[in-house]
């Protein structure tokens, strides 16, 4: 096998692992500012939650997130919350129609849900708050 086969091998091997390294599918991307409830999403277990929150007067700032079964409007948990500049990821094994429940005081804040594979599942694991 000459150079250019085995550079061509080794690419394609690296290029295999890398996409099936992660197999993410956006769901819904929520943007905004203050207390909004989202639109609905609907989702099949298991899926995360990643939030991010900003704000010019990081002093003042508060954010606090809920889940809410879209279909019955039962209060479901607390998924974030935070007084600072922030982010997170939340894992959840159960599948449904939800909204999220946003309450922010001077912020701007992203909520992004993503489906993920069983065996991306299992490999996450959570930081000990």
């Known amino acids: 096998m ?5 550079r061509l091998l080794v690419f394609l091997a690296l290029w295999c692992i890398a996409s099936s390294a992660s197999s993410k599918e956006l769901i819904r991307k929520f943007k905004g500012s203050g ?13 995360i939650l990643d939030w991010r929150v900003t704000a010019e007067f990081q002093g003042s700032m508060g954010l606090h997130v809920d889940l809410v ?15 600072w500049v922030s982010n997170g990821v939340r894992l959840f094994s159960e599948s449904g129609r939800f909204r999220f ?8 804040w992203t909520l992004i849900v ?3 594979s069983r065996q991306e599942a299992e490999t996450y694991t959570p930081k000990n708050q």
Not at 2 to 6: A, P
Not at 101 to 108: G, L, N, P, R
């Open 2 to 6: 000459n150079f250019h086969n085995l």
């Open 35 to 47: 207390n909004k409830t989202t639109g609905e999403f609907e989702v099949t277990a298991p899926w």
């Open 69 to 83: 079964d879209s279909l019955s409007g039962e209060y479901l948990g607390k998924v974030a919350s935070t007084k």
């Open 101 to 108: 429940e946003v309450k922010a005081s001077f912020a701007e």
């Open 114 to 116: 993503e489906k993920l």
